[in-house]
Every structure is written in C-alpha cells, then in structure tokens.
C-alpha cells in the first residue's frame, strides 16, 4: 500500500517536472524580456505573466512537497507583485537576483542539491522586504492588502491590465491592438509578424486544444525507431523481386539446356542419344519446370506488387513519424536569451538578441543535435565578433551590439539560418598570419588565397587549439566542430564578413533527419557506404595510368593530376590479397571541403537509400567513420565521413602500403628518424617504434640526424632536446628553415618540462612535445598515429 | 558465516522424478504463482535491494574464466548473429551490430582488460548492459544462469594491482566467479572513442 502511494507520488514528480520546466522557461523569458522594456507601462503584461507562472509553480511544488521550492516561489510571487505596483523598471542586479532566484528553483526542481539556499532565500527575502517598505512609503502602509490585492489582480489579469494600459500609453494601446487586428484579418502565423522581432518574441502562444496529448519523448522516439526499420523491410521486399528474378534467369538457362541438349560444360546431347526412358525423363523434367517457371513468375508478380506497396506504406509511414517529431525552431532558441545574457554580462558586454522566423518546424532530433553548435556559434559572435560598449561608441556603433538569428524555410526540406553580429568582423591578413605561425598553410599558400579563403580557415580544426600537440592537451574544437555537426546532418555552414561592419554565419540545415542515396563500395572485403553527393563519379582505369609525383601517386582526370590512394590504407586495413589484380583497377573521386581524391577500391556494388543511424554513444567520434546502416538484408554496414577520409589519404604517401599500381607484395613501412643521444632512450624508442611496424633509424644527435635527412625521406622526426654538437631545438629550427622539410612532424620528447622550455619547441615549430617523466609508450605511439 | 552459498546451484541435486513432481503444478497454479512473483518483483523498489543480503548475478564464461555481472546492469542477452568490424576504433571494439534497428558497439572486455588472448574462444553471445547514459555490448563464450548470491560470499578481491581487469573487479567467491564491477565499466571514459583524424 505504502509502495503504491510512493509509486504515485514518483509519478506525480514526473509530471510535475514537466509542468515545472514550463514555468520555469515561462519566468526566464519573461525576465529577459523586461530587461529590455524601458517602459513601465509594458511591464505590467509580462509581469502578470509571469507572476502567475510563480503562483501556479508554487502550489504544484507544495503539492508533491518540494517545500524549498515552495518557498522561493511564495517569495518570487511577491517580489513580482511589488514591482508590478511599483511601476518603474528594476535596476540590474534586482533582475540579477530573481535570476539567480529561478536558476536555483531549475536546480531544485532537476532534484539536484542547493549549495546555498539560504543565502539566495535571504538576498530574495531582504528584496522582499526593501520593496515593501518602499510600498508603505508610497501608500499607507498596509503590508498585508497589498499582498492579497496583488493575488486577487492576478486572478483577473486580463481585464485589469487593459483597463490600465489605455490611460498612461496611447502608443502601447495602439501597439496592443496591432495583433489583434492581424490575427482578425490575416491568416494565422502569417509572416508579417515576424519582422516585428518583439512581437514574436512576446508570441510564444500556448496553444491548448483539448485534442492534444502529452507523450514522452522517449515513446515518440521507439516508435520512429521501429518505424525506420520498417526500411529495411522495404529493401527487403525489394532485394525478393531481384531474387526472385535471378530465379527465373536460371531456371530459363537450364530450360534451354533441356531443349537443344547443349549443357553448360559445353556437351552436347543429341536427342538421338537417348534411349526412351531417359527421353521421357527428360520430357518430364521439361515439364515439370515449365511448371516451376509459371509459379515463380507469378510470385515474382506479386513479390513486386507487394514491395511496391511496402515502399508505398512505409514512406508514408516515416513522413508522417517524422511529422509528429517537427518542433518550431523557437524550441532550440527558446534557451539562448538566457545563455547570451550570461555570456555578455560576463564579458562585460552590451548584447541584443533579436530572433527571427522561429516557427519554422524542424526535426526534433536536429535541433537537438543543433544545441550545443548554437551555443558555440553565439560564444563565438560574443567573444570574437562583439566589442566592449566604450569601444563600439568609439568606432560611432550603439553601445549594445546586435546579435540576430533569423531561421527562414529555403524549400520542403531545408531551412537557412543566419547567425549576424554587427561586431568587429573577421580581418582576413590576422587569419592568414595566425595560420601560417601554426603551420596551417605555408606562407606562400597564404599570399595566394583570397579573402574568403582565409575566413574559411576558422572552420580548420587545427585553427583554434594550440599549435602543438603536448601530452595533455586536447585536440581540435571551436568553429570546426560546428561545421562538422551541421555537415553530419546533411547541411552547410559558411561565414561572410566585412571587417568593421560584422559577420554572418550563414547555415543551410534539412529539416529531417533524411534518408539519402548511397554507394556501396567494397574494400579489403569489407563494405562501406559512402553518400552519393560525395562521390564525383566511380571509374575504371589501367594500372599504366598511374603517375607518381612527388612521392605521391596521382593519376589524371579531366586533364588534372588527383592524388591516388588506397580506401583500405586510409581506413588502416589490411590490403585484401587478390585485389588489383585484373586489367583494370576500380577507384571513386570522392569531393569533400572542396578537394578531390580519388580512392582505389576493390569494386562498386551498387547505389541504393541509405538511413543514418549513430554508432551509439560508446563510440562517439570515430576517424573516417559517420555512422552506419542497415542493408534490406539485415546487414549492419559502416557509413564513410567523407571529409575525414580527404584528410586521412592526405597524410598517406606512397610509402604507405604496399605501391599502387606495382604489382609487388612488398609492404613499404612509414619510416622515422630518431635523435637521442642516451643509448638507453635511443634503444627504448627504436623498440618501441619498430615494433609498432615503422622503419626506425637511430641517430645520436642533432648534427647527425640532420646529415641523415640529407640522405634519405623520413616521415617523421622523434628528437631528444638536450644533445651534443646539436639540440633538439636547433634540429627542429634547421627543419623548419628548409622548405623541403616543412611537412615533416618533429616530435621533441624531453626531460625538460617547464613552460619556457615548451614555448621554446613552439617557436622552434615542432608538432608535439613529450616529456619523458612518466613516459607511456602508448602516448608516444598515438601522437605519432595523429601525426603521420 | 558463509551458509550455504552454492544453494541456486544445488537445486540440480534432487532426482528427476522429484523434480519433476515438483513440477507437477496444475497450469492455473503456475501461473498464479508466476504472477504474485512478478507482483512481488515489481513492487521491489531500490531501498529493498539495498537492504536485502543476496545480489543477482548473470553468470557466463570468458576465456575459460567465470566471470559474473550483476544482474540489474544487464538489459539483455543475444546469441551474437552479426557483428561489422568498424575500422580505426580500438582493438577492443570488436564491431557493431543491430538490435532491432538500433546500433549497439560490441566490445571484448579481455582485450580491454589487456589481457592476453591465449586461447581460442568462440564469443557468440552478447550481453548488453545498460547504463545511465549509454548501453554497451559485451561478448561471452557462454552465458551460464542468473544466480543468488549471499553478499557475504563475496570476497574482497586479492590485493596487488597484477593486471588492468583488477581494477574493475568487485569481487571473487569461494568458487572463483569473478564478480566485475559494471557500474565501474560503463562510467570509464576509457571504453568511449572519440577521435578526430
């Protein structure tokens, strides 16, 4: 009995929460809205708003004994109604108070724990209290009527507000009635009101039909789950009609065998050979298959019927799934006031946010995916883009900058987003200098690129982390994290600017997560799908072809060298043995960020539609590998990331696996040179590294590496800094200084550990540096992997 | 102290024709009873788990060696029917597989415990175990049962740090089962990959 009451009280917390995180989101937005109200008049609305969210928040929570929260709410409610009456606009840190107010209610509400409840009850209560007496002061004094009049106000909210209004602000009431006419006169969710960036702001109507229902989430999404299975059933249906039809093949071949007597083996049997029973066995058989001929082609009718009308049902079965998971984007911005009021704050930064086109419906599953990149996107605009209110006043700007997104549906299936900061911009000479310090571009390829090249930089994963890589630190993240997010999900993100004036992030999202076409390709025996937008095309060439240039193989198309790799080297797997040795050799010319390659593959199945599934969330991040999908068989298959696979064959040369095109077993190892002067080093790392499968040659100095270099290609460079004759640095500088080498990775591994000394491998241009105190073999051999 | 430990196991000793007497229940019955069990697992809320001195545990067999996972952590248990390797993931990944149309990695818990591979084993069944945020697949050369064991019966496990699986080790009976701590699996950041090129 006692478990039924808590299994009731469980699931009245559950709805609770979810009553709770409204009315919570419901304050917070209204917070931030009369933060940028400078009239007193206009204040009152949302006040009502939400004070009856406060009101509403605090019975629910007295209801399933969340007494803290009761609490604050009691308090919240009363501070609204005071400044409600107060009619004059709160000062900053009173709105920093009730925020922090309603941070700490999420808190409590989340069933998380409260550092310092207290301490946020008191700074509310003594608000409480400063604004009552200021209430005596203006009227008599009678605490107690205030409070029950401001209760009682907000049980009529809607009448009183009105009747207010129209006396102080003619421009408010005719603001007022705008909507109201456009909602009597045009159709409903119009455009027009959406240039009106308050007014859609302040729209968020709760629409309550009796017929709608609340579901969780996590029902809706099994469902699609289930739904988009029914895909493969759909495939499955369709791989039948082709069974189905390879059946008939055969039984046709093997009829005509029995009609002329000319087998397969190329024996003929003239009637004339038979003796009769073995004629009428024959005749019989004849029969009989003729037979078996009408009953498959009957089934292989109504197999294709059937997958006809599958393909039919489940299409319409996932358009409709996917109907019901579309959430207006409003749902994704709906947090962002709140997170661009703290990043400015803490920046000390004056920031607008204005927000346009928010009712366009999107995936459910998008937006999600969207959040965090959009979090990232606005840090980025406030950060960088923005400048400090004294220094826009300065350059003649208004001292609060703005920061808009404006979501616009482009066709059926995508949607435009604009995220514009009308801050500093992006100055194309500082992208190209930090890239070149960093050793992204060389600083030839910088004189060459065009502005819009430059900005583009930013997108580069190696652009806004440290130059090296130490033992520590991690890896690529900022703007290109972004990119790759929007991409995975079918989009497109690019960036335009005018210094001075500002930049847009402009990004093209589909509003579902889509089924596209995909190629299956076949490498070292394994089979992988590759989106077909990808692919430029699929080709066959003739081993005499290949060209190599500059220790790379290339071959030409369209009159153009492309670099020529094997797919099974880029994906680390084992060559298969019996590829590439026919007359012709298979490769696709994959076009990911703009730069062509062109992959040698061991065949091309076939093109069909494809659906993306996550690797779930153990494997969150996998080189070269986007997700994976299942065939109408049932077969689960890898989907390649084409624009990891472009930069993966990037690092690969022709010492990598066995020469392309040569039709020689021998398997070329990656080669690195050591410089180590201790004998016990030199031997750990030579172990370690040609165990690991590299060709290893050890020299005892910087001198003597140096000279060894002169002599033959390397790949990569492991170098001690303290050596005789000459250091590590000096190596690394000399490497450097040689435009041969500016390739070349030079690791520093070192006893020397201080920051100087690390800054010291920076500038000399190393890729990494590791320090010997507590050296992990691992560690060494992961950096080298990332490297080369 | 350690009263009866093995008792699951020993239900096997009484002869087949007691057995099957024991069994001799009318259908009616056996579902009655299954119900009010079920009733009566239902209603069990963590607290009592707590309170109470035996644990279930899964048992199954990996590389010759007993291991055993309690049972709250394991969501369900498949033969192993298809298994696609996904390159540039750690050794330890062995692939991924579908069930029913979600993608769940496989992975070997002896390669991620570093430990050597000496022998042969045929891993066709998989185990997966559900954490808060994330379910992972796991292989067995055999799943034997789902067995009760007195909290009492489990033992520290043996001090000295000898391999990288002692650390994700509960504890070890009398009769060597290796009981492994699935929480301590699941929440290693170790067992995600998440790797740019």
Redesign the interface.
Known sequence: MN?HD?GFLEELRAMFKIEAEEHIKSITSGLLQLEKIDNAAKMGQVFDVIFRDAHSLKGASRAVNLIDVETLCQSLESVFALIRRRESVPSADVFDILHRTVDAVEILVEGGTLKDFDGIHAQLQSLESALESEKGEDTSGKKKSVKKEAKKESGKPGKKKQEKKAAPDAGAEDKAKKPMQKSAYSEPQAGPAEDDMPADELEAPKVEFADTIRLPVSRLDSIL??A??ML?AKLAADQYVTDLKNITRIIDEWHRTLEKGQMKTGVRIAASDLDEKTSAVVQDSQDQLKNLDKVISDMTKSAELNARQLSGMVNNLLKDMKQILMLPFSTLLKVMPKIVRDLSRDQGKEVQLITKGSTVEVDRRILEEMKDPFIHLFRNCIDHGLEKPDEREKLGKPRSGTLSVIVSQKSGDKIHIEVHDDGRGIIADNIKRVAVDRGIITAAAADDMSDEEAVDLIFQ?DFSTSPIITDISG??IGMAIVREKVEKLGGSLSVSTTPGKGTSFNMVLPVTVATFRGILVKASD?VFVIPTHLVERTMRIKPEEIKTVENRTTILIGGKPLPLVRLSDT???KASEDAEQGEFLQIMVVNANNERIAFLIDEVQKEQEVLV?????????????A??T?LGN?????ILNAA?LV??AGTITIQSGKRIGAQEAKVEKKSILIAEDSITSRTLIKNILTSAGYRVKATVDGMDAYTALKEEAFDLVVSDVEMPRMSGFELTAKIRSDEKYAELPVILVTGLETKEDRERGIDAGANAYIVKRGFDQSNLLEVIQRLI | MKKDGTKPASPAAPAASELSEMFAVSDSMKKQLLRIRAQELAVESVEEEHRSDTIDVVEFELAHERYGIESRWVKEVFPLRELTPVPCTPSFILGITSIRGQIIPVMDIKTFFDLPSTSITNLNRLMILRGEEMHVGILADVIESVRELEKTDIHEKPGGRVDKRHDYIKGVTKDHLIILDAKKILTDPDIKVNEDV
Request: net charge positive; hydrophobic share 30%.
């Open positions: 478990q808590d789950l289930q988009e299975d493969s994963s890896r690529g394994h994906l680390e797997l599934k996550g690797l779930g969330k153990q494997l969150q991040r996998v080189r070269n590998i997700g994976a299942v049932g077969k689960v298959v890898p990891d930069k993966s």
